[in-house]
C-alpha cells in the first residue's frame, strides 16, 4: 500500500467552505478511483490555513497514472482548487513497520 501526503495550504478565512469541499471531493470523487483505500485530513493548530490529507493507494500508479491522468482529477480539482494559496506539495510513501 502506498501513502501519498499532500501538504495543503488555503487562503484565509476558507476553513469552512474548504472542509465541506475536500470532504464531498474524497465523498464523490477520490473514492470512485482505481486502488483508492481511504483517506484523513487533518487542520494544523499553529497553521489553521494548513492540511495535510493522506491518501492511501493499492499502487503509486494508482494515483500517478490512473488517477491524476485520468478523468477524475480535474473533478477534484474543481473541487478543492479555488481554495488553494499554492499548490499542494505531494509526496509518497511505503509502509516500512506496522503496530
Known amino acids: 500500500m502506498i501513502l501519498e501526503i499532500a501538504d ?3 487562503q484565509p478565512g476558507q476553513n469552512a467552505a474548504f472542509e465541506e469541499a475536500i ?4 465523498d464523490t470523487v477520490i ?7 481511504g483517506a484523513k485530513v487533518n487542520r494544523g493548530i499553529e497553521s489553521p490555513e494548513r492540511y495535510i490529507l493522506q491518501v492511501f493507494w493499492d499502487t503509486l500508479e494508482d494515483h500517478t497514472v490512473h488517477f491524476r491522468g485520468g478523468p477524475l482529477f480535474p473533478l477534484w480539482r474543481g ?4 481554495f488553494f494559496a499554492a499548490p499542494p506539495v505531494v509526496e509518497h510513501f ?3 513497520t506496522k503496530s
Open 94 to 96: 511505503d509502509l516500512v
Open 79 to 82: 473541487t478543492v482548487g479555488p
Open 31 to 37: 473514492g470512485r478511483a482505481q486502488g483508492f483505500k
Open 8 to 10: 495543503i495550504r488555503i
Open 23 to 26: 470532504q464531498r471531493g474524497l
